[in-house]
């Protein structure tokens, strides 16, 4: 838990030396899960879980590569189901345009997911707009329990590992 961590919780180390080079984070996220490197160097972090005063997690932070935070999505330690909410985001990604997508729901690989639970890909503009999302909680395509992990392979394919279904979905950014 980083809620009241006082340590940084990104590191940044020399691939070479392992000298720490950056560390940031603290007092901005509660469980820091997903990372993301996008094409600038920004770091991107999903907050997976909320704190007990309900003001910080369930978010999608931006840094720049020094660790500045550049923005935030989501609505801060407040899970839900709408466009401007996640609930439990386990990963993000930026396609090449700039686009923002984000794995959200970390609870619907219980057999009996907790209702409001979320089995989702949202898409984003580069400058945070909500766009689309699609999936719920379920077996069949396009559907998740629990978007795990997004990759894009060289044709731009988005590729999600649903952990609660042990396979991976393959879609375009659409």
């Known amino acids: 838990n980083c809620d009241n961590n006082p340590v940084d919780p990104s590191f940044k180390f020399d691939r070479n030396t392992g000298e720490v080079l950056a560390n940031f984070g603290k007092g901005i996220m509660v469980t820091p899960h997903g990372i993301h490197v996008d094409a600038e160097g920004n770091v991107w972090v999903t907050d997976f879980a909320g704190n007990a005063e309900g003001t910080k997690g369930h978010q999608v932070h931006k840094f720049s590569p020094t660790g500045e935070l550049l923005m935030s999505l989501g609505t801060a330690g407040q899970p839900g189901s709408g466009p401007d909410h996640f609930n439990m985001p386990n990963d993000v990604i930026t396609a090449l345009d700039g686009s923002i997508f984000v794995a959200d729901g970390h609870n619907g690989q219980n057999a009996n997911p907790a209702e409001g639970s979320t089995g989702r890909i949202m898409k984003f503009t580069a400058d945070g ?4 999302e699609w999936g719920q909680i379920g077996p069949r395509h396009g559907e998740f329990r629990t978007p795990h992990a997004l990759a894009f392979d060289s044709h731009g ?6 952990r609660g ?9 659409e």
Do not use: C, G, P, S
């Open 165 to 173: 279904n042990h396979r991976i979905e393959i879609f375009d950014q």
């Open 157 to 162: 394919r988005l590729f999600v590992a649903d």
């Open 129 to 132: 707009t909500f766009i689309k």
